[in-house]
T-cell receptor, first 115, second 111 residues
Framework: AQSVAQPEDQVNVAEGNPLTVKCTYSVSGNPYLFWYVQYPNRGLQFLLKYITGDNLVKGSYGFEAEFNKSQTSFHLKKPSALVSDSALYFCAVRAYSGGYQKVTFGTGTKLQVIP | DGGITQSPKYLFRKEGQNVTLSCEQNLNHDAMYWYRQDPGQGLRLIYYSQIVNDFQKGDIAEGYSVSREKKESFPLTVTSAQKNPTAFYLC??????????FGPGTRLTVL
């Protein structure tokens, strides 16, 4: 079965410090991996994706993520956190399952950037 | 949220009522999805449609129904058979192998 784990419900980081939001996945076959951000009472916004190619993916607002096949991880990172980065972050994986592309989301990690 | 509209933004349902949530897109995307979001549970797939006049059940389809008569529209009906419908509902679209695009959501509350 396909699954995504975001082991931390909440991550706190001081403004200006680097941040990491963790994501691990389990699929059969090659995964497509995504990060989305959600602000309160809003829809999800796309940040970045890994489809193929370079393992280090750069996305919107200075975020990046590294695809690590051996560790089945796709952690989200940013060198210097901003207060405005405080939001709910979702990791998602898409892969073929039963003949169609199935998308599975993690449970989300709340990022709190402290001024 | 651009390109996908969901209405209404807030919806209140009495016990035993069916209600319909609207999702319209102008992105010309083939695939459309409905998700339910509850606190601490992430997004759970209700229904999806890869093409007009075709749709498939997701992980939690019981108590919900959909139609896909037009490419740009994918309405979701929450029936009285759904025992705990209070949640935030998100519509999304996708084209090709890329990311999904999400609407702004509808918050449904059962009175």
């Amino acid at each position: 079965a396909q699954s995504v784990a975001q082991p931390e419900d909440q991550v706190n980081v001081a403004e200006g410090n680097p941040l990491t939001v963790k994501c691990t996945y389990s699929v059969s076959g090659n995964p497509y991996l995504f990060w989305y951000v959600q602000y309160p009472n809003r829809g999800l916004q796309f940040l970045l994706k890994y489809i193929t190619g370079d393992n280090l993916v750069k996305g919107s607002y200075g975020f990046e993520a590294e695809f690590n096949k051996s560790q089945t991880s796709f952690h989200l990172k940013k060198p210097s956190a901003l207060v405005s980065d405080s939001a709910l972050y979702f990791c998602a994986v898409r892969a073929y399952s039963g003949g169609y592309q199935k998308v599975t989301f993690g449970t989300g990690t709340k990022l709190q950037v402290i001024p | 949220d651009g390109g996908i509209t969901q209405s209404p933004k807030y919806l209140f349902r009495k016990e035993g009522q069916n209600v319909t949530l609207s999702c319209e897109q102008n992105l010309n995307h083939d695939a459309m999805y409905w998700y339910r979001q509850d606190p601490g549970q992430g997004l759970r797939l209700i229904y999806y449609s890869q093409i007009v006049n075709d749709f498939q059940k997701g992980d939690i389809a019981e108590g919900y129904s959909v139609s896909r008569e037009k490419k740009e529209s994918f309405p979701l009906t929450v029936t009285s058979a759904q025992k705990n419908p209070t949640a935030f509902y998100l519509c999304a679209t996708r084209q090709g192998v890329g990311e999904q695009f999400f609407g702004p959501g509808t918050r449904l509350t059962v009175l």
